[in-house]
C-alpha cells in the first residue's frame, strides 16, 4: 500500500510541481501527512482503529510522500549553488540513509516508553515543523512563471522535453542500467541471509543497518576525495566496480561477520554511484522542467528496479543464486563499456541557467488570445556562402531547442532562386506554448540562436513572421484571427499598432527573437 502510491502519482506530481509554486506545494503535502499522521492519533485514542483503517492511512500517507518526492528533489538546486549542488544532492541522500539506520531504532525506544498513539502525534509535529522550516524559506527567482500550461500540456512538454534533449536521455539511461543491476542487492542480499547464512529474522536487519553505515561512511569520507581526484564518470565505474565485487563476495561469503562487512561495501558502491548519476541529472535538468524531469526520473529508476528484482529473483529461483549472482558480476562488468559513449562528464559544462526573453513584443496589429492556434513563425536568413557549413551545424542545435522548448514541427528550406537564403518555419499549439518558448530559453540555447543570428548578412537582420491559423474561422466557426474586423457596431479589440513589420524587425534585438 505505500508504494502503489508512488506508481499512480509520481508523474502527476512532477507535472504540478512545475506549474505551481514549489513552496507552497511542499508546505501543502506536509500539510496532508501531518493531518493523516495525527488522524492516526486521534483515531487510535478512540480505539476506533482496526487494519482497514490503518492500510487506508498508509495508502493516503503514501500519497503525500509521492507528490513530495519530485518536488523535494527540484528545489534543492534553487536552495544552493550550482557549485554546491553535488554535496547538497549527497547530504540529501546522507539523509535518508541515517534515517533508514535511526528511524527504526527510534520508533522501537519511543514504543517500549509509549503508546504507539504518542508515536502518531510526534509523527504529526514533525510534518509540521517541516512546514514552519520551509515558511521561512524564500526562493530566488527573478523570473515570474506565467500560468499558460495546463495539466495535460505539462505532461506532453515532458515527453518531448526527453526526445529532443540527447543529455537527459543519457543520464535516463545510465539510471535505468544502474537501477536494473543494483536491484539484486535488495531483492537477494535477505534470501543470501536467511537461507545461506543461517539468520534469523531479527538478525537479517543488521545487514541493512552495516548497508546504510557503509553508505554514511562512503558520503562523508569516499564521496569528497573520489570528486576532488576523478571525473564524475570515472568514479561511477569505479563505484560500479566495487558492486560486481560485492556480488562476486555475496555468491562465495557466508561467515555471518564478513557477510556484514560485504553489505558494507554495497552501501559504499551503491551511494557513490547514485549520488553521482543523481547530480548528473540535476545538472542535465532545466528549472521549468524539473518536477517533471525529476518526476521521470524516480519512475523509470523504480520500475528498473521492479523489473531487475523480478528476473533477478526468478533466476536465483530457477538457476541458483550463485549462479546467479556470478552473471549479475559478469554482465554489470561488460554493460560499463556503456559508460564510454554514454559519459555524464558533460552535464558539469552545461548551463541551463534561465535566460528568459526580456521582451515579449512581437510586430503585429493585435496579440492572439492565449489558446488561439496553432501558431506559424518563420524567420529567413541570408548566409555568406563561406558560413553556410557552419550555419547548418548552429541550426541542428537549434532545431533541437526549437523543438524541446514548444515546437512540434520545425523545418529549414534553402531558396532555390537565391542560394544560401533559408527560412525556418516552425510550428506552435497555441499563442500560450509560443510565449511559454520565451521563457523556457537557457543561456546555453540563447548562445547557439545569437551566433545564428548575427551570421545574416543584412543590416536589418533576419526577418520575422507570425502566423495564426484560421482554419476555424474558415469553416465557419468563431473568429480566430485578430486581424478580421469586429460585428458591426463594436470596436476592435485591442489598438493597431503604428509599426510596419519591417520597422519592428529592426528594431529588436537578437535575444529578443523567437
Not at 516508553?113 to 526562493?139: E, K, Y
Amino acid at each position: 500500500m505505500a508504494a502503489l502510491p508512488f506508481f499512480l502519482f509520481t508523474l502527476p506530481a512532477g507535472a504540478i510541481a512545475d506549474m505551481v509554486d514549489r513552496r507552497r506545494l511542499l508546505c501543502g503535502m506536509n500539510l496532508w501527512l501531518a493531518f493523516w499522521a495525527g488522524g492516526l492519533a486521534l483515531l487510535g485514542m478512540a480505539h476506533l482503529l482496526n487494519p482497514y483503517i490503518v492500510l487506508g492511512s498508509v495508502f493516503l500517507l503514501g500519497v503525500g510522500f509521492a507528490f513530495n518526492a519530485p518536488v523535494y528533489s527540484a528545489v534543492i538546486p534553487e536552495v544552493v549553488s550550482k557549485e554546491e549542488l553535488a554535496s547538497a544532492v549527497t547530504l540529501g541522500g546522507l539523509q535518508l540513509n541515517v534515517a533508514a539506520i535511526a528511524g527504526p531504532a527510534l520508533a522501537a525506544l519511543l514504543l517500549h516508553h509509549f503508546n504507539p498513539n504518542i508515536v502518531f502525534g510526534l509523527n504529526s509535529i514533525g510534518f509540521l515543523l517541516v512546514i514552519v522550516a520551509l515558511l521561512g524559506w524564500r526562493p530566488n527567482d527573478g523570473h515570474p512563471k506565467p500560468q499558460l500550461e495546463n495539466f495535460f500540456e505539462s505532461f506532453v512538454s515532458a515527453i518531448r522535453y526527453i526526445r529532443y534533449a540527447p543529455g537527459i536521455q543519457v543520464v535516463l539511461a545510465r539510471n535505468v542500467l544502474f537501477a536494473f543491476f543494483i536491484s539484486i542487492i535488495p531483492a537477494l542480499l535477505p534470501v543470501v541471509g536467511l537461507k545461506d547464512a543461517g539468520l534469523n529474522s531479527s538478525d537479517l536487519g543488521l545487514l541493512f543497518t552495516s548497508m546504510g553505515i557503509g553508505s554514511a561512511v562512503g558520503v562523508i569520507v569516499l564521496i569528497p576525495q573520489a570528486r576532488a581526484r576523478f571525473s564524475p564518470n570515472v568514479v561511477t565505474v569505479l563505484a560500479s566496480l566495487l558492486l560486481s565485487v560485492v556480488f562476486l563476495f555475496m555468491a562465495v561469503v557466508r561467515e555471518v561477520h564478513l557477510l556484514l562487512g560485504v553489505a558494507a561495501l554495497a552501501g559504499v558502491a551503491w551511494t557513490t554511484a547514485g549520488a553521482e548519476l543523481w547530480v548528473a541529472g540535476q545538472r542535465a535538468m532545466p528549472s521549468w522542467a524539473r518536477g517533471r524531469m525529476n518526476a521521470t526520473h524516480i519512475m523509470l529508476a523504480q520500475g528498473a528496479m521492479a523489473l531487475g528484482a523480478f528476473l533477478w529473483g526468478g533466476s536465483a529461483e530457477i538457476l541458483g543464486i550463485r549462479f546467479t549472482l556470478f552473471a549479475a558480476a559478469a554482465l554489470f562488468l561488460a554493460s560499463l563499456i556503456l559508460a564510454l559513449p554514454l559519459s555524464i562528464d558533460f552535464t558539469g559544462h552545461l548551463n541551463l541557467e534561465p535566460a528568459p526573453l526580456t521582451s515579449q513584443y512581437h510586430a503585429m496589429l493585435h496579440e492572439p488570445a492565449p489558446s488561439d492556434g496553432p501558431v506559424t513563425i518563420t524567420i529567413e536568413f541570408q548566409i555568406d556562402p563561406k558560413d553556410r557549413e557552419k550555419f547548418l551545424t548552429y541550426m541542428r542545435e537549434v532545431r533541437l531547442m526549437h523543438m524541446r522548448n514548444g515546437a512540434f514541427s520545425w523545418r529549414l528550406d534553402e531558396d532555390m532562386a537565391n542560394c544560401h537564403r533559408f527560412r525556418l518555419e516552425m510550428h506552435v499549439a497555441s499563442w500560450s506554448e509560443h510565449l511559454l518558448q520565451h521563457e523556457r530559453y537557457t543561456k546555453g540555447e540563447q548562445k547557439y540562436w545569437e551566433k545564428v543570428w548575427k551570421m545574416d548578412t543584412r543590416s536589418e537582420g533576419p526577418e520575422v513572421r507570425h502566423y495564426l491559423s484560421i482554419n476555424k474561422e474558415l469553416m465557419g466557426g468563431r473568429r480566430i484571427s485578430p486581424c478580421a474586423p469586429p460585428p458591426a457596431g463594436r470596436p476592435l479589440e485591442m489598438p493597431i499598432q503604428e509599426l510596419t513589420q519591417q520597422d519592428a524587425v529592426r528594431q529588436r534585438e537578437p535575444e529578443e527573437v523567437t
